[in-house]
């Protein structure tokens, strides 16, 4: 039976149990097994079929029912088997509550890589965090670069944890074999950008945003390390939440393929090649489906709570740097073209940038290959408030910032500072005018072109005297002679 035929049948036998109609989905269920018998999918409608029909299955029954029976196949029906399912005999339901519980009650924790890789629901504990995190990262330029921000916070805890027969369902949210939902993996989003709600200790679910529970299922035989979720689409948050869990991946000591999401943006396979992960170490997943794995290593959150990033959080992207450019460009970011919180005025600002000798530079245009290498080292950086501001990770020095921000959405000058304080970087902010419809995000905003430019001749004087004071230090030369004891050698110079 052609592909397209089996698809059908397993799109037809979720639909008739959605539907109510558990009678008609056990025929499409034992017709899916008939000619497909290692598709997942079949295994899980017909015992999803059975069960709401009130009837019994017998796993033992069911494997030897199928003429030479392989590993595959072995593999696909006790994955099925071993997942609970709805009275309504789905193996993902939108119309149930799905409790959300405390990763203590449900994992036990372990002290060894060998354990987490070979042990059912377990956890491993990297650092428990709690470190206190101090700084002001804020340039004040005589007045032109913004108010102090401090930054004061606790870093958050690493671990992995390790879940048997996991499901992947939707955007990137992991169940456990019972259908539970584990607090601390949850992603640091609100509910409702993954189409639930919380309601007391459990999640409920928007039947419409998941097919009324006819997501279309995939079998994945090997485990995997999970790294997508709700917001992998954006190109910010896989610098701060995404990519950032190689290095958890790593201290684990694992070396099991790596989950991403079918189609990502077009510069994450670069930066993970960039970070040492190439095609061959990724799967990838539907995101519109359910993904069944026997077992799914979950990390924590690198920034669970927005103002609370895990230690280290940036550390990954040294290894990332491409070669310093003796040039030191001055960069502008440009969001042009963007349709989210546009600047309106942009196109005059970029005049100004111009003006001053910035290379205007839109990532969204160029390679991220050309993006790394433009703040390899650049002399200093500047633009709105965006995803473009976080290629800062891949600068060698600190380059000095000047970000430009909108006025109405106030949160933004804590993310700012927040990660720029994790990167050692310092930045000078301009607050924009604000729109006439503050309480919409996607607002287009304006800034004032005169405080963007006394603002930048003072960033620019900044920059200049520290090149100078930094050419200084490069040029001088040591008073120290070859002939004098090696004790006696000032503190820094080689032996």
């Known amino acids: ?3 397209s035929k089996l698809d059908d049948l397993e799109r037809r036998a979720l639909a008739c149990l959605a539907d109510g109609d558990p009678e008609t989905a056990e025929v499409c269920a034992r017709l899916l097994i008939e000619h497909a018998p290692g598709r997942v999918s079949g295994w899980a409608a017909f015992k999803g079929a059975r069960k709401a029909q009130g009837r019994s299955f017998d796993l033992e029954a069911m494997k030897s029912s199928v003429p030479e ?13 071993a997942r609970r399912l709805s009275q309504r005999g789905l193996i993902f339901d939108p119309e149930s509550r799905a409790l959300l519980r405390p990763m203590s009650k449900v994992l036990r924790e372990v002290t060894t890589g060998e354990a987490l890789r070979t042990e059912p629901n377990v956890v491993r504990i990297l650092d428990r965090g709690g470190d206190l995190v101090a700084s002001d990262p804020v340039m004040e330029l005589g007045g032109a ?53 919380q309601v007391g200790s459990a ?14 299922l995939t079998q994945f035989d090997t ?40 189609k990502p943006p077009a510069q994450i396979l670069p930066l993970l090649e960039a970070l040492g992960v190439g095609l061959d170490r990724l799967v990838f997943r539907t995101v519109g489906g359910v993904s069944l794995f026997p077992k799914l290593f979950v990390p924590s959150w690198p920034t669970p709570d927005k103002n609370a990033p895990m230690a280290g959080l940036f550390d990954i992207y040294r290894r990332a740097a491409a070669p310093a450019d003796p040039a030191r460009p001055m960069v502008y970011l440009t969001r042009q ?159």
């Open 1 to 3: 039976m052609r592909s």
């Open 69 to 81: 029976n392989g590993g595959a196949t072995a593999s696909a029906i006790e994955r099925a088997m």
């Open 145 to 197: 670069g913004g108010k102090s921000v401090r930054v004061s916070y606790r870093t958050a805890p690493k671990f992995v944890a390790s879940i048997q027969n996991a499901a992947v369902i939707g955007k990137g949210l992991v169940t456990t074999a019972d259908g539970e939902f584990i607090r601390e993996l949850q992603p640091p989003v609100t509910p409702q950008k993954f189409g639930m709600r």
């Open 203 to 216: 999640l409920t679910f928007d039947p419409a945003f998941f097919l009324n529970g006819k997501l279309p």
């Open 223 to 262: 485990p995997a390390f999970l790294m997508t979720g709700p917001t992998d689409n954006s190109f910010g948050d896989w610098i701060v939440n995404f990519a950032p869990r190689l290095a958890l991946y790593e201290a684990a000591g694992l070396d099991c393929p790596i989950l991403i999401r079918g």
């Open 337 to 495: 073209g963007v349709a989210r919180r546009p600047l309106l005025n942009e196109p005059e600002v970029c005049e100004l940038f111009a003006s001053r000798g910035f290379h205007i530079i839109n990532p969204g245009m160029i390679s991220f290959e050309e993006v790394r290498r433009l703040l390899a080292s650049p002399a200093c950086v500047a633009g709105p408030f965006g995803s473009a501001l976080h290629n800062l990770v891949f600068s060698r020095n600190h380059p000095p910032s000047l970000v430009l921000l909108p006025a109405h959405l106030p949160f933004h000058l804590v993310e700012t500072a927040l990660w720029q304080a994790d990167l050692g970087n310092q930045f000078a902010y301009v607050l924009g005018e604000p729109p006439p419809e503050p309480h919409d995000p996607s607002t287009g905003w304006t800034v004032s072109l005169a405080k963007v430019e006394r603002a930048l001749d003072r960033m620019l004087e900044f920059v200049s005297r520290g090149e100078a004071a930094e050419h200084q230090s490069r040029t001088a030369s040591p008073h120290w002679s070859a002939d004098e004891p090696a004790d006696d050698r000032p503190t820094g110079f080689p032996a």
